[in-house]
Nanobody, 121 residues
Framework: QVQVVESGGGLVQPGGSLRLSCAAS????????MSWYRQAPGKERELVAR????????NYADSVKGRFTISRDNAKNTMYLQMSSLKPEDTAVYYC??????????????WGQGTQVTVSS
């Protein structure tokens, strides 16, 4: 049974920090590219950060570069998002995604249920 579970969200003041976690089970975590997405009210879901299966390559949305850091621990089947210098515009539901592809085929594409991050004074 596949499970992808986010945790660590909450209310934080502008300029503060939060660390999100994504715990995965039921599939071979080390074979999957992992990503964080977010969706603010009234907006489309957007990619925040992505990390390759080995953890050697990362990509970030321009809006979070220099403030957020994505990482993973394949031994613990867990991915993280360290968020610093948070802004009100970072307020959103943050989702974890696991994706495995081989050439044109999608071998697995799993989503968590999301964790709310609210940045407000």
């Amino acid at each position: 049974q596949v499970q992808v579970v986010e945790s660590g969200g909450g209310l934080v003041q502008p300029g503060g920090s939060l660390r999100l976690s994504c715990a995965a089970s039921g599939f071979t975590f080390s074979h999957y590219t992992m990503s964080w997405y977010r969706q603010a009210p009234g907006k489309e879901r957007e990619l925040v950060a992505r990390i390759d299966s080995a953890g050697g390559s990362t990509n970030y949305a321009d809006s979070v570069k220099g403030r957020f850091t994505i990482s993973r621990d394949n031994a613990k089947n867990t991915m993280y998002l360290q968020m610093s210098s948070l802004k009100p515009e970072d307020t959103a539901v943050y989702y974890c995604n696991a994706l495995s592809t081989w050439r044109a085929a999608v071998l697995g594409n799993y989503w968590g249920q999301g964790t709310q991050v609210t940045v407000s004074s």
